[in-house]
């Protein structure tokens, strides 16, 4: 089987999940890659490095900026002079919007958030969660090439000491591809450690009654030194930013401390947080399902005993 791994890159590196997906590629059949951008060439090397036999690369000042469909015309280029039985993408967002973008271009069927691959009977199976991650379905393309959308974080990258052909071509890039320019591309500064890299994860739910609530979360994280996590609920309503949201359609989290405050623990938050280390729960109805796979509870009034928590942490690290 021929795989085409679409190449993300970001500050003059491949992406991880990307690297991953080729060693996951490599290890199921030909894999091959596409590096699109411009003055990437040095990159195509490190594919190589990975499990690419090959990677086709568009190297053009139109791939500079971070947008989608100049990028769903240079893989219809690629796509049109050479045959893959399958294309793989690892999620982000631009990945995601290429992808979907790549399916309508090529009426091709997409199966998206897939957390592995497999080739059975000579044939590429996807497993996809469903229902709140609580079972797996394995799914299968009916028509060609069939485009995959692998969740982050799904394959490590395996570095197997490999050299790639790099094999330059030329996008054709349609009119309408060009409209769109970027006019800035911005980061959000933050304090503090980010909730995929920190170990404690302090997580706030509706129960903090508002926005202005939050600060009472912020100084328990500041003590712990962590970082602030949020539900569904709380970043819907706008008290927090989306990206600090834990579960099903956020992100997925592992801390070795998480501590959920007025939380109720719904299925769909309990995906992203489950595999925490320590998970210590504070909500005043004993009846919340958090406490159902919390491994402490505190039953009580959370504007009571976040800011004592809060002090005892202070007193114990002043110590
Ligand atoms: C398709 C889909 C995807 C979803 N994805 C996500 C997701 O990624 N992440 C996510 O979090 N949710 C997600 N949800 C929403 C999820 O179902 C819940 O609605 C949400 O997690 C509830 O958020 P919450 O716990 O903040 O609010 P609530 O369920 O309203 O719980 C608030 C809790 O606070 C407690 N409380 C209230 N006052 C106090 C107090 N003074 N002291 C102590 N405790 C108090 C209450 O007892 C209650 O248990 C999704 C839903 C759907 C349908």
């Given at each position: 089987?021929?795989?085409?791994?679409?190449?993300?890159?970001?500050?003059?590196?491949?992406?991880?999940?990307?690297?991953?997906?080729?060693?996951?590629?490599?290890?199921?059949?030909?894999?091959?890659?596409?590096?699109?951008?411009?003055?990437?060439n040095?990159?195509?090397?490190?594919?190589?490095?990975?499990?690419?036999?090959?990677?086709?690369?568009?190297?053009?000042?139109?791939?500079?900026?971070?947008?989608?469909q100049?990028?769903v015309?240079?893989?219809?280029?690629?796509?049109?002079?050479?045959?893959?039985?399958?294309?793989?993408?690892?999620?982000?967002?631009?990945?995601?919007?290429?992808?979907?973008?790549?399916?309508?271009?090529?009426?091709?069927?997409?199966?998206?958030?897939?957390?592995d691959?497999?080739?059975?009977?000579?044939?590429?199976?996807?497993?996809?969660?469903?229902?709140?991650?609580?079972?797996?379905?394995?799914?299968?393309?009916?028509?060609?090439?069939?485009?995959?959308?692998?969740?982050?974080?799904?394959?490590?990258?395996?570095?197997?000491g490999?050299?790639?052909?790099?094999?330059?071509?030329e996008?054709?890039?349609?009119?309408?591809?060009?409209?769109?320019?970027m006019?800035?591309?911005?980061?959000?500064?933050?304090e503090?450690?980010?909730?995929?890299?920190?170990?404690?994860?302090?997580?706030?739910?509706?129960?903090l009654?508002?926005?202005?609530?939050?600060?009472?979360?912020?100084?328990?994280?500041k003590?712990l030194?962590?970082?602030?996590?949020?539900?569904?609920?709380?970043?819907?309503?706008?008290?927090?930013?989306?990206?600090?949201?834990?579960?099903?359609?956020?992100?997925?989290?592992?801390?070795?401390?998480?501590?959920?405050?007025?939380?109720?623990?719904?299925?769909?938050?309990?995906?992203?947080?489950?595999?925490?280390?320590?998970?210590?729960?504070?909500?005043?109805?004993?009846?919340?399902?958090?406490?159902?796979?919390?491994?402490?509870?505190?039953?009580?009034?959370?504007?009571?005993?976040?800011?004592?928590?809060?002090?005892?942490?202070?007193?114990?690290?002043?110590?």
């Amino acid at each position: 089987m021929k795989f085409l791994v679409f190449l993300e890159h970001h500050e003059g590196r491949l992406q991880k999940d990307a690297l991953g997906l080729l060693s996951r590629a490599a290890s199921l059949g030909d894999a091959e890659a596409v590096l699109l951008g411009s003055e990437v060439n040095e990159l195509a090397a490190e594919a190589g490095k990975y499990g690419a036999t090959r990677v086709h690369v568009d190297d053009d000042v139109l791939l500079d900026k971070a947008l989608p469909q100049p990028r769903v015309d240079a893989l219809e280029t690629l796509l049109g002079n050479e045959q893959f039985d399958a294309v793989l993408f690892a999620a982000s967002v631009l990945s995601a919007d290429v992808a979907a973008a790549l399916a309508a271009r090529l009426d091709a069927g997409l199966n998206y958030d897939l957390t592995d691959l497999a080739v059975e009977d000579g044939k590429l199976v996807g497993k996809r969660p469903a229902l709140g991650d609580s079972v797996y379905a394995d799914v299968g393309w009916t028509s060609e090439p069939h485009l995959a959308l692998v969740r982050s974080g799904t394959f490590e990258p395996k570095e197997a000491g490999g050299s790639a052909e790099v094999a330059p071509f030329e996008s054709r890039f349609q009119d309408f591809s060009l409209a769109a320019t970027m006019v800035e591309q911005a980061h959000e500064e933050s304090e503090g450690p980010s909730i995929e890299d920190a170990d404690v994860i302090v997580a706030a739910g509706r129960g903090l009654g508002g926005p202005d609530n939050f600060g009472l979360v912020e100084e328990l994280a500041k003590a712990l030194g962590g970082a602030v996590a949020a539900t569904r609920a709380v970043v819907d309503a706008g008290w927090y930013p989306y990206s600090t949201q834990v579960g099903q359609t956020g992100k997925t989290v592992s801390p070795k401390l998480y501590v959920a405050v007025g939380i109720s623990g719904a299925i769909q938050h309990k995906v992203g947080m489950q595999s925490s280390g320590l998970i210590v729960a504070i909500n005043k109805d004993p009846n919340a399902p958090i406490f159902e796979y919390a491994d402490f509870g505190v039953v009580g009034d959370l504007h009571e005993i976040v800011p004592k928590l809060t002090e005892l942490v202070r007193a114990r690290k002043a110590a």
